[in-house]
């Protein structure tokens, strides 16, 4: 068991902003590499970014790089995914989630199915 709890959702306007949170164990953010993933209603979940465990190197998908930040924090002992100049596009449920192993998270393809453990999702709505 590795629990993960997303935090942060919320309603914006385009071209706001959003910072959510993934509460993991210190142990875990040290073990794990952890990965964002997002899913609208009727779309397949698409992985977005990702962050190794063991020298925090980051990955991010086209379509939201430059504009998303993930990043560690210790103290809070969480995973942040800073999120700027949204879009209407970028509605979504944002799930993070847990996978170790030393071939993952070594590009920007970040696949659901590699991932082993999950949080329940937080909503993002950006609005037209």
């Known amino acids: 068991q590795v629990p993960l709890v997303e935090s942060g959702g919320g309603v914006v306007q385009p071209g706001g902003s959003l910072r959510l949170s993934c509460a993991a164990s210190r142990y875990s953010l040290d073990y794990y590499h952890i990965g964002w993933f997002r899913q609208a209603p009727g779309k397949e979940r698409e992985g977005i970014a990702c962050?190794?465990?063991?020298?925090?190197?980051?990955y991010y998908v086209d379509s939201v790089k430059g504009r998303f930040t993930i990043s560690k924090d210790y103290v809070e002992s969480a995973v942040h995914l800073e999120m700027n100049d949204l879009k209407p596009e970028d509605t979504a449920v944002y799930f993070c989630?847990?996978?170790?192993?030393?071939?993952?998270?070594?590009?920007?393809?970040?696949?659901?199915?590699?991932?082993?453990?999950w949080g329940q999702g937080t909503q993002v709505t950006v609005s037209s």
């Open positions: 962050i190794r465990n063991s020298d925090s190197t980051t």
């Open positions: 989630a847990a996978v170790s192993g030393s071939r993952y998270c070594r590009d920007a393809r970040v696949r659901a199915y590699e991932y082993d453990y």
